[in-house]
């Protein structure tokens, strides 16, 4: 499949919590803190395509998810949708802006069991985000658009489907109902935060495959948000690493899992589970601790974990570097090996 253009640019975007202080500290004008949740991202997402962002929890990934549909406001940098020939710029859009595009960007939610209101049926479910945007014109249309995205999600015949509520369908049912209820507005940016970490396993492959399908038929970016390396592996065309509110690396998702660069990706890849019981290879252990976002040190931000720091990342902070012009990495040393003391046989307990 061709990628055509860029939907969503994000450049050097920031995102920092203020802390707040005591009245003592007030009066002794103490520095103010801050929590840096994203401290300098760029990344941009195709249309017709996959775009993961990986990380553990706390890394700064659903932070821009919400940065990025505007719940909550950047610090700084800068977030454009281009829709065709018209940009917008969403981090200096005014409100009137903001409701306009609403319906462009959608959000699949994680948990199926808390996103749909028990009160309302499929169909006031679905019908809610057209009355609210003024979308869809006579009621013979909106019925229309209701049935096509029920048909769309694999909920088939969707007219058994209308009159039924949360407590009445299952965990992938209602996750189904969910994407349908984001489908049902023609968006051009889905962002799916985890969309399928609460539902059972049996049903995990057939909603990626509906959220497959609905990109190839739509042409719409997805923003996948995980912190599971084997799901982004099965379903990423792109993968940005995050790290302690930083992209450590970023490629195409063949070239992240088959060859990591940084060495936080090469560790999380050596953990991930292979179908092969034939195939040695060792899993790398990170020591210590993740950063406290509130103070950051200096340098790398990973140095104080990594099996190959030197004196250099404690004092200088990594620029992006270009493996190959789509894979960039974060390191100033991505092409040392680890110490064969920092490594184990994969299925080997520990308590690091």
Known sequence: MKLLDDVLELKDLRVWFPVRSGILAGLLRKEAKFVHAVDGI????RRGEVFCLVGESGCGKTTTARCILRLIDPTSGTIKLIEGDRTTELSSATKPEIKRLRPKMQLIFQDPYESLDPKMHVLDQLSEPLRVNKIGGSRKEKMGRILSALSNVGLIPPETFLYRYPHELSGGQRQRVGIASSMVLDPILLIADEP????DVSMRSEILGIMLDIKTRSQAAFVLITHDFSLA???GDRIAVMYSGRIVEMGPAFDVIREPRHPYT???????????PTLQRKRIV?????PDPVDVPAGCRFHPRCPIAKERCKTEDPEIQNVTAEHQVACHFWQEA???????????????
């Open 338 to 352: 680890f110490p064969e003391k920092n490594t184990e046989p994969a299925g080997v307990s520990t308590n690091a």
């Open 233 to 235: 592996w099965a379903v």
């Open 286 to 290: 990170l020591r210590g601790e993740v």
């Open 196 to 199: 399928v970490s609460m539902i």
């Open 42 to 45: 760029s990344f941009d997402v």
């Open 266 to 276: 090469r560790a999380l890849v050596s953990v991930v589970p292979v179908p092969d």
